[in-house]
């Protein structure tokens, strides 16, 4: 969660609101969950590091990954709970004595249900398998800001695994897209959790994008094993998406 202050002539129309919080769901159906159980019945609860009273008004910019346009609500703090120093933990109530408020509230929530394109982009999850903590998190942001940098609404949402047992289990229990494998790991190496990625009818098309520093031995293992393409490390992050445009794009596993 982030925030802003407010514009001045924002405070001149809401002389209570004292700032902007931005609250970031994982997925839609985090936020649609929030709706059904919170926000549909006139509130929510959230953590913020900023310091808010009973009775400050606020806006909450709501969005989650693929939303193309974030959805605003203004709402009063109506309690606040300590969470140590830093933390708050607060109870916002929504303004909805303007009826047609809900009203367009409750058909942009259906239009999110049905996947409405013009409100959703296409999200794609990929899998980083990196040891190396500062080359998983490059990866990580570089995708993230993606859609500001280009306008392109494809929205990358990013888990990280530190070795290919931990991928395997992550493989297991989330929709992943694509993945990106170091080969050199420990406890199971890149070329071990491709081959098996590989021999499982659940993954046996999905997208592998194989880096390393190994320079020709490590490619001709990792291609071997079932990756469908190899990048040198150090590599560009723009090397990185081209590939993956490749890849998501084409129905067959083209082979590099």
Known sequence: ??????????????????????????????????????????????????????????????????????????????????????EQTVGVAFDFTDPTVREQLEVVVQALRDGDPSLIGPTVRILVVEDNPYVARLI???????????????????????????????????DVDLLIVDIYLPVMDGVSLITTVRKDPRWQTLPIIAVSAGAQEAKQMALKAGADFFLDKPFRLSDVLDTMRRLLSSNARPKQ
């Not at 939303?67 to 606040?80: A, F, N, Q, T």
């Not at 995708?143 to 306008?151: A, K, S, V």
């Open 1 to 86: 969660m982030s925030d802003e202050t407010p514009s001045g002539e924002e405070r001149r129309v809401h002389p209570r609101t004292r700032l902007t919080l931005k609250v970031d769901y994982p997925s839609v159906e985090g936020f649609l969950q929030d709706y059904t159980i919170n926000i549909s019945r006139g509130g929510t609860m959230l953590r913020t590091h900023r310091h808010l009273q009973m009775g400050d008004w606020v806006e909450l910019v709501l969005s989650f990954p693929g939303l193309l346009e974030p959805i605003s609500l203004k709402g009063e703090v109506r309690w606040v709970r300590l969470e140590g120093i830093e």
């Open 140 to 174: 990580r942001d570089g995708l993230t800001g993606y859609h500001q940098r280009t306008g392109d609404h494809t929205t990358f949402t990013t888990e990280h695994a530190a070795d290919g047992k931990e991928a395997l289990s992550r493989l297991i229990d989330s």
